[in-house]
């Protein structure tokens, strides 16, 4: 326990007088991993959209995650090196900061199903209304993403990249700033989401008869959701040490997509009672958000998070 503090001192320098790097500095590098992960889309042939070429086109897809790949590995080495010479951390210290280890198994269910509250209509709706259940016995859905490069590329390797460059190659750097932990939590999670910003020209070039207007709100929604996610993923990561947990959820949450807010449930053949459904899902979705809303706390402490629950203002 001694140690888990003195670690805490270190990389949270918010408590002492003087912290290795600002957080003018740590913002600027988040902004540099954010370029070097969405810029490079832009240069190159293969990775440029057009009005032909759109970013779901297979050769697209491969192209991109080639560039996001090499983009993370030096920015997560660039933080790996920082946490060694600058935080003068251990390699199994700094390996720990990255969120590489340990895995956190236990603490990736555990969000899981913290998360999974938040869907509970959903997956009401999805697993008993739809009898999607019956995909699962015969592993549809893992057939899937497996053999489907779209599907791979938001349920595998987008969450997986983003988490390495927003969270693995991010998050510590704002622990060795001034910046408070509950201020990380909400401040780095903009630039995830002013991220995703650069949809609104890709949409735009493929929907050029869509008013600029409807274009425009339909980014600021998708920076609104993109940026709240974000500081739910920082607070997963955070409280639980675990590269693997925070990419769990994100693949998770993009699986499911945005829950239904309103209007009537009804299954896809027409069959059944749609009031009883409807009730089910709405009962289960309020139900359900209130479940997260308490457990909150509970089922992300473990044994490996980068901050102790102090640091919270708890």
Request: glycine letters at 8%.
């Amino acid at each position: 326990m001694a140690a888990f503090s003195e670690m805490f001192q270190r990389l949270n320098p918010w408590l002492k007088d003087t912290s290795p790097i600002s957080t003018t500095t740590a913002s600027l590098l988040l902004v540099s991993y954010a370029l070097s992960y969405f810029l490079p889309f832009y240069l190159s042939p293969l990775t440029r959209p057009s009005p032909t070429l759109t970013r779901d086109n297979p050769s697209v897809i491969q192209a991109r995650i080639r560039s996001v790949c090499i983009s993370c590995f030096f920015c997560c080495l660039s933080t790996f090196l920082i946490l060694l010479y600058v935080a003068k951390l251990s390699v199994p210290d700094a390996l720990h900061h990255l969120g590489f280890w340990p895995l956190g198994l236990i603490e990736s269910a555990w969000a899981l199903g913290l998360t999974a509250l938040l869907f509970a209509g959903p997956l009401f709706l999805y697993l008993v209304v739809d009898d999607g259940w019956k995909d699962w016995v015969r592993g549809e859905p893992l057939k899937e993403v497996w053999g489907d490069l779209l599907s791979w590329r938001n349920i595998v390797a987008g969450p997986l990249t983003e988490e390495l460059l927003f969270r693995t190659s991010s998050v510590p750097l704002f622990l060795l700033s001034p910046l408070p932990v509950s201020r990380t939590i909400f401040y780095s999670p903009v630039i995830f989401g002013l991220a995703h910003v650069h949809h609104f020209y890709e949409f735009r070039l493929q929907n050029p008869r869509v008013p600029v207007f409807a274009a425009l709100l339909r980014s600021i929604f998708q920076f609104s959701f993109t940026t709240l996610f974000g500081a739910y993923a920082t607070f997963i990561f955070i409280r639980t040490g675990s590269l693997l947990a925070a990419f769990a959820v994100h693949a998770f949450c993009n699986g499911m997509g945005l829950p239904k807010v309103w209007g009537r449930v009804e299954r896809l053949d027409g069959k059944g009672c749609g009031l009883v459904w409807t009730v089910g899902y709405y009962g289960l979705l309020v139900g359900g958000a209130v479940g997260f809303w308490k457990e909150l706390w509970t089922l992300t402490e473990g044994r490996n998070g980068l901050v102790p629950t102090s640091a919270f203002g708890r």
